[in-house]
DNA sequence: GTCTATATCCAGATAGAC
DNA sequence: GTCTATCTGGATATAGAC
């Protein structure tokens, strides 16, 4: 019994050194990019060593991968509820757009991470490609098919529709929050969901 | 005369020195991005030694600082021709987008660019409003006049429209070409001019 | 599993001859 | 202005004790 238990205990402080060195090295990542990021930092904000570093993510890349690769998955999750898909389309929109935008705004680490994805995507293509499919293809598709459930909306290509929303949206977020352009070329957020609502609603 | 002629030798070889400098740098910073980059590389990628690039670029920082910003201010000039600005909306609307869309799909350095000013924009954020400043405002500025002086178009707020536009095609490029979303999600071009036309002209 | 200590290499940057 | 040679620090990664 006393063995047991000690076991786990120790697996325990195990996983929880492990819990560390992720979170840890995500801010790192995030705060310098892959190739600015050094193990000795990530270690050392872990409170642990280089070599139990190492000796849970094979090297830099390994750890590089996993967290994002991570982080896509998790991420689509809480973009938006899909249950709020229901309801006549002025109201549904609206409030489809603005909460994504908010989210999306405000998040300062979502950003950090967009930021990361992209400028790295040459290095680590299928990473990109993993984020594209988790994240880009369900709120894709869900909001296809609300669309496309509306058909007094008199939208010709809804697929075409939805990207052009998202894309403006995205693009936005990255305009204004990633490049810091919010002083240069401000806008309020609203004139942004108004101009989406009055062009796809006609 | 002879010694004048000299001179005049040596000051072209030392230009054509920093030219390849700067062009080989500008490679090197593209493909793997700030910290990934070594003098060692860029100098041997010149056919110069280290310490020449040291004398013509104070540091690191300043060689890349040179090249960003040399580099957001020639390319804004072709991206497209405002001549072109003049006729009716449906055949303007339709070229500018169509040119857009192709030149930024088709245009690898481009988007390599993009990708750097986006992954460095954290470390840089100086570089990236020059960018905002010079990439996107003229062109913002020249089509919410043209869209302005065509009040039959009925455009409640031309800049949001604009901004819609614009950021529905940049997402539409980073996420085939610059994430690599293209098999994943495919997509024709024509759907998404097609698809601003539509929202656009009503 | 975790540490300290270390091997090895390569980075940014400069000194000094020519 | 340009080179070779070098300084110095910090990077990834591992060996070996506990």
Redesign the pocket.
Known sequence: MARIKTKEI?RE??VE?VEKILTGAMQEFLAHGYAG?????VAARA??????V???FH???GLFRALIEQSAHKKFEDLFDKSLLEGEPKVVLRYLITTALDGMLSDQEHQAFVRILIGESGRFPELAKAWIHDMMTPPLKIICEYLDSHPELNIPDSEATVRMMIGSMVHFMMTQELLHGKEIIPMETERLVECLMYHILK
């Open positions: 120790e402080t195990t050194k990021t050094s193990m000795d930092r409170g642990v060593s280089k070599a139990t190492y000796s849970h090297d830099k890349e």
